[in-house]
C-alpha cells in the first residue's frame, strides 16, 4: 500500500473515530444502538433473505449490497438496510456481523460501520472487562471496542469505521477481522456462544 493511501486510510479512521466520540463533529450523530437482532439462525432460515439483485431493498445503500454480493456474501436484511451476516466457525461456534448501510460524512470522507457483539450485561462493566477492553483497544491497528446501550442493557461490539466504497475484497478482509475479534473476545470473556 502506498504511503498516502495509508496516510489517507488512517485519516478516514481517524476522522470516523473522532465522528463517533464528538458526534457534532460529524454530519450524523452515531446511533446509541445499532439496529441488531440476537437471533443466530442462518439467512437460509430466516424469511427475509436478501442476496440477489432483486432482493434488494430500497433502505440497503446499493453500494453496500452490490459490494456483500461481490464478497459472496449471503446476508439478511434488517431495519434501516443494515445487513446482518451469519458465519459457522471451525471450531464449531457462530457469529453475527452487521454492516451498516448508513453512512456518516465525517468532513470529505464517506465511512460506513460494521460491527459485532462479544458480550451482553445489565449493568455498566466491571472495572477488570473495562481496562481489558481499553488496553485491546490500544494493541489493535484499527477497530475499538465500545460499550453501547441497548433497550435491555449494554452490548460490548467491537466496531471498525470503513470507507463507504470499499472495494469488495477490503470488506470482506474487515468483516474477517471484526469476526474474529468479537469472537475471540466473546469466548474470552463468557466462555459461551451467544452472538
Not at 493511501?5 to 460529524?26: E, I, K, T
Not at 461481490?70 to 457462530?94: C, H, P, Q
Not at 460494521?114 to 472495572?127: E, G, N, P, R, Y
Request: aromatic share 8%; hydrophobic share 40%.
Amino acid at each position: 500500500m502506498k504511503r498516502s493511501s495509508r496516510l489517507l486510510w488512517a485519516a478516514v479512521l481517524l476522522a470516523a473515530h473522532w465522528g463517533a466520540v464528538c458526534p457534532s463533529y460529524g454530519q450524523t450523530a452515531r446511533s446509541s444502538a445499532p439496529a441488531a437482532t440476537d437471533s443466530k439462525s442462518p439467512p437460509a432460515e430466516q424469511s427475509k433473505q436478501s442476496g440477489g439483485p432483486s432482493a434488494v431493498s430500497s433502505q440497503m445503500d446499493p453500494r453496500l449490497a452490490k459490494a456483500l454480493r461481490a464478497a459472496g456474501y449471503k446476508y439478511e436484511e434488517i431495519k434501516d438496510g443494515v445487513a446482518k451476516l451469519f458465519f459457522n466457525l471451525t471450531d464449531g461456534r457462530s457469529h453475527l456481523v452487521f454492516v451498516a448501510s448508513r453512512s456518516q460524512k465525517v468532513g470529505p470522507y464517506e465511512t460506513r460501520k460494521i460491527w459485532a457483539t462479544a458480550m451482553k450485561t445489565q449493568d455498566l462493566l466491571d472495572s477488570k472487562i473495562a481496562n481489558r477492553l481499553l488496553m485491546e483497544n490500544d494493541k489493535q491497528p484499527f477497530g475499538t471496542w465500545e460499550l453501547v446501550k441497548w433497550p435491555d442493557g449494554y452490548r460490548v461490539l467491537f466496531v471498525v469505521a470503513v470507507p463507504a466504497d470499499l472495494p469488495p475484497d477490503q470488506l470482506k478482509t474487515v468483516i474477517q477481522i471484526v469476526l474474529g475479534r468479537a469472537d475471540s473476545m466473546e469466548k474470552e470473556l463468557t466462555g459461551e456462544d451467544r452472538f
